[in-house]
């Protein structure tokens, strides 16, 4: 059956490509065994040795008369020796020779063994000399004064964290909220009587920055038998009908002509709590007023703190992922074949999220989530099942993700009278993180004591998407977030400056507002 169309046009369909892959080498420190500065580049030591100006410190020449023809022997098998080590031309003091002449010694270098440089580079740490600037793939704007490490990436964590008194009082009021309107809904009466809770959202995900402000509740309803019909060439936006409809279906109301209506349900959804919340006598809440194009029913708790509650309706299918879907969630090398498999067989959702139809929505339309499945990813980030466990190895993942939202949060209240920012949101920000632990998929690559190198990966992949204006969906692959017909090009370029401006100066806005 061919799609259905409205009078506007339809959403042009996106084309596939790739999210750019970038990694970067892990580049160490300085060495810490005591040397002396070359006076010239590595490369010209040998001949400057062989020269004669740099020699082992206790040697020195005799004034008096040429060298024996032996001893210029020994001397030249000597130098010839030290060439073959990789190292200063003179020693320090009280540093012991190695024992023989050995192969060269190998630099430090990233953990990715096996992989091919990136032309993405790593910031050198501070050492006991003097280091370069941090390299910056397209730097726009001049550097300010504060060197590589001069932000205290740890420091901007702990000023995140969340207070458990605070978070146990807003979880207590949204809880109590949540469970009054479910049983509403649950009511014989109700359309909705087959409601049930799923939290989903960057709390329950343990990614929540700043305050236990905001809250995503999802309310599923199993819907069985459903057949989906992709909205043009669309991936996320389908029309939904019903195999069969039996007589007596509930949501038999919502249906335009064979089309179960998105607009409808979530209409009435709405108007049922905007009823019930009358009802709420130990809470101070309020229904926001309806955004455009959004899925969720706004819930605004104003006392004893200000809390804001996403209510999202969602139909549930148990039944295989759309086509769409193939190629996506690509966890294979990171979380393992298996796990990728056990979650594909998960049930998918429906959210009444409408395709852009020309300069307005298509109303009838629902569009895929997988929160559910980013939630459980997140809960078991690593390829050790004891990772970040009690026992196990600390990693960074979740730190870097927290400051990639913080980050893009922080420039939005900077510049919050500026229009260009207005179509970036935290989806974007966690996307492109799944996207670099894809390419990053070992545990050691994300070490807790690399939190600042593994930020950078993440900066440098996002700004890297935004240059390309290429941003894969995750569980999507033939949806570019960052295509034009969702984000202009200028918009993309004023983040992506500001983003560099940022990382050149030691994020100065960490430390603002």
Excluded at 177 to 198: I, N, P, Y
Aim: aromatic letters at 8%; glycine letters at 6%; a positive charge.
């Amino acid at each position: 059956m061919a799609p259905r169309r409205r009078k506007a046009t339809g959403a042009a369909s996106e084309a596939e490509a790739a999210a750019p892959r970038v990694s970067a080498p892990r580049v160490k420190g300085a060495p810490t065994e005591p040397r002396e500065s070359p006076a010239v580049p590595e490369a010209a030591r040998p001949s400057a040795r062989r020269c004669g100006p740099a020699r082992p410190s206790g040697s020195r020449r005799e004034k008096s008369g040429p060298e024996p023809q032996e001893k210029r022997q020994v001397r030249a098998r000597a130098a010839r020796a030290e060439d073959r080590v990789e190292g200063p031309p003179a020693r320090t003091e009280g540093v012991m020779p190695p024992a023989a002449p050995g192969p060269p010694l190998p630099r430090r270098a990233s953990r990715r063994e096996g992989t091919a440089h990136s032309a993405r580079e790593r910031r050198p740490q501070p050492g006991p000399t003097k280091v370069p600037g941090p390299l910056v793939p397209v730097s726009s704007l001049g550097r300010g004064k504060e060197a590589p490490g001069a932000w205290k990436p740890r420091a901007v964590l702990d000023k995140l964290r969340l207070s458990r008194q605070e978070i146990s009082e807003a979880a207590e009021v949204v809880n109590r909220l949540t469970d009054h309107l479910l049983r509403r809904l649950q009511s014989c009466e109700s359309e909705f009587k087959g409601v049930a809770l799923l939290h989903t959202g960057s709390y329950y995900e343990r990614v929540k920055i700043s305050a236990p402000n905001e809250f995503d509740v999802m309310f599923k309803l199993e819907v069985p038998r459903i057949q989906l019909e992709e909205y043009y060439n669309s991936g996320a936006h389908y029309f939904v009908k019903f195999k069969r409809n039996p007589k007596g279906n509930p949501l038999g109301q919502f249906l335009e002509g064979e089309i179960l209506s998105a607009s409808k349900m979530l209409s009435k959804f709405r108007k049922i709590i905007k009823e019930e919340i009358k009802n709420i006598e130990d809470t101070d809440v309020m229904v926001e007023r309806k955004r455009r194009g959004s899925p969720a029913v706004t819930l605004l708790v104003r006392k004893p703190k200000e809390i804001s509650v996403d209510i999202i309706l969602a139909l549930e299918s148990k039944s295989s992922w759309p086509a769409s879907t193939m190629e996506g969630l690509p966890i294979n090398n990171w979380l393992g074949a298996k796990v990728r498999n056990s979650l594909r067989r998960q049930p998918f959702y429906l959210v009444p999220k409408h395709a852009k139809e020309g300069s307005g929505f298509q109303e009838e339309t629902w569009r895929l989530s997988f929160s559910h499945i980013e939630k459980e990813i997140l809960k078991n980030h690593g390829q050790s099942k004891t990772c970040c466990e009690i026992d196990g190895v600390k990693c960074c993942r979740k730190e870097c993700l927290k400051l990639m939202k913080y980050l893009l949060e922080q420039l939005k209240k900077k510049f919050g009278n500026r229009k260009e920012l207005d179509k970036f949101c935290s989806y974007h920000v966690k996307t492109a993180f799944f996207h670099v632990c894809t390419q990053d998929p070992d545990d050691s690559q994300w070490h807790s004591k690399d939190l600042e190198l593994c930020f950078d990966n993440c900066v440098t992949y996002f700004l890297q998407c935004l240059k390309t204006e290429q941003l894969e969906h995750y569980f999507i692959p033939e949806v570019n977030l960052f295509s034009r017909d969702h984000i202009d090009k200028l918009s993309k370029e004023f983040l992506s400056k500001q983003i560099e401006y940022e990382r050149n100066n030691g994020f100065p806005v960490f430390g603002e507002f």
